[in-house]
């Protein structure tokens, strides 16, 4: 693990050095249905970026393009180009990418139920090949961050809580050894208190591990108070983009994403012909 000096030395040390490149990207579902239209992106290497927006935005499709799992669902990319570490990635296989060390966990976290949480977190080590030793060092890794898996490890991942379950998700892809990690809606059906730990486990194995993080949220407020830059994604494009500590004090983020102005909170009357207002769509 990194101290926090380290890690500050790191970050330094990756400025500028962008681990994931999207660029103009375009995808279209069944030959006909058009649901990205040119988004463009990039993840600085050891940084925690967020994709934000509502239901349909585009925030899964984008991170599906990425991971390479948009056929399964008749979707392609048709325009653009997808970088990892300057190496053009459009065309690889999912398990080509999972060596590479991009891995994403999928929205509803995707257990396998009939077996045991241990059991599950091991599926993710199973394209490893470095030793037993290393991977049993690793699941002791995974429990540090995860002391509620350690206590259900005999468990059947099917009987645990939505809590639970994403953080067996989250810990079967720490158990890969990632460089980068895609992590969709991970706030997803889980009470407050649980978003808050997910996402301090996220900041930890961040700086500690020093994992990249890509992530698609929709409880913008929690997202842009973890992550280091943000884009705001609209009907399939990028609306918006930049730091996440001055989208926080942007007022048309505050007024149509969290819900508040510089009059104070607005109700959903108040907001919902936003679309005709929002001065970046002007």
């Given amino acids: 693990m990194l101290d926090a000096a380290q890690t500050a030395e790191k970050t330094a040390r990756n400025a500028g050095e962008n681990l994931l490149e999207?660029?103009?990207?375009?995808?279209?579902?069944?030959?006909?249905i058009l649901v990205?239209?040119?988004?463009?992106?990039?993840?600085?290497?050891?940084?925690?970026?967020?994709?934000?927006g509502g239901n349909g935005a585009g925030k899964t499709t984008t991170l599906k393009a990425i991971s390479?799992?948009?056929?399964?669902e008749r979707g392609e990319v048709t325009k653009g180009s997808i970088l990892h570490m300057g190496e053009n990635v459009a065309e690889l296989n999912p398990s080509a990418l999972v060596k590479r060390g991009v891995i994403q966990v999928m929205e509803g976290r995707h257990c396998f139920?009939?077996?045991?949480v241990e059991e599950n977190l091991l599926t993710g080590a199973y394209t490893r090949t470095d030793g037993k030793a290393a991977i049993a060092s690793d699941l002791e890794m995974v429990y540090d961050y995860f002391p509620r898996l350690k206590e259900r490890r005999k468990s059947q991942a099917g009987y645990t809580s939505g809590g639970e379950q994403q953080m067996v998700a989250m810990g079967r892809?720490?158990?890969?050894?990632?460089?980068m990690i895609l992590l969709d809606e991970p706030s997803m059906g889980l009470a407050p208190q649980l978003v808050e730990q997910i996402f301090e486990?996220?900041?930890?194995?961040?700086?500690?591990?020093?994992?990249?993080f890509l992530l698609a949220e929709q409880n913008t407020n929690v997202a842009l108070r973890y992550a280091h830059y943000g884009y705001i994604l609209e009907n399939g494009r990028v609306v918006m983009d930049g730091p996440a500590a001055e989208l926080r004090e942007n007022p048309d983020v505050k007024e149509f994403y969290l819900g508040m102005s510089d009059e104070g909170r607005k109700s959903f009357r108040d907001v919902r012909s936003y679309r005709r207002r929002k001065r970046w769509l002007a």
């Fill in 36 to 52: 990205l239209k040119g988004v463009s992106l990039n993840v600085p290497k050891g940084s925690i970026t967020a994709i934000l």
């Fill in 68 to 72: 390479n799992l948009l056929q399964s």
């Fill in 201 to 212: 486990i996220v900041k930890k194995v961040n700086e500690q591990e020093g994992v990249t």
């Fill in 113 to 116: 139920e009939h077996l045991t």
């Fill in 173 to 179: 892809a720490l158990m890969s050894r990632p460089d």
């Fill in 22 to 32: 999207v660029n103009n990207i375009e995808v279209i579902y069944n030959h006909v």
